[in-house]
């Protein structure tokens, strides 16, 4: 199996039933990142984990941050690592 670079995580987690907001997260990147994502994958946890990774690198940690990202953020943060100079439209005005 090939790995496509770069490759993101969402960790979430199982008993607290975030699987339709890691899909939707997943959406939201894969939608705007069309061709700067090699691919996303959803990985099932536990412990109110959710958690956003680019390779080894944390991108987004609920634990650690205090709760879930916006999208906005979210996206900036992945940009800000993939593709630097990329204009995200409204997704960077504040």
Do not use: N
């Not at 993101?8 to 990147?29: D, K």
């Not at 990774?53 to 991108?59: N, S, T």
């Not at 879930?68 to 992945?78: G, I, R, S, W, Y």
């Amino acid at each position: 199996m090939t790995v496509r670079e770069p490759r993101l995580e969402i960790e979430y987690c199982t008993q607290c039933r975030w699987l339709l907001r890691a899909g939707w997260t997943a959406q939201e990147l894969l939608t705007t990142f069309t061709t700067d994502l090699g691919e996303i994958a959803l990985i099932p946890g536990t412990g109110g984990v959710f958690d956003v990774r680019l390779g080894d690198e944390p991108v987004w940690s609920r634990k650690e941050r205090g709760g879930f990202p916006e999208m906005a953020e979210l996206k900036q943060l992945v940009r800000d690592r993939i593709a630097p100079a990329r204009d995200l439209g409204h997704s960077d005005r504040r």
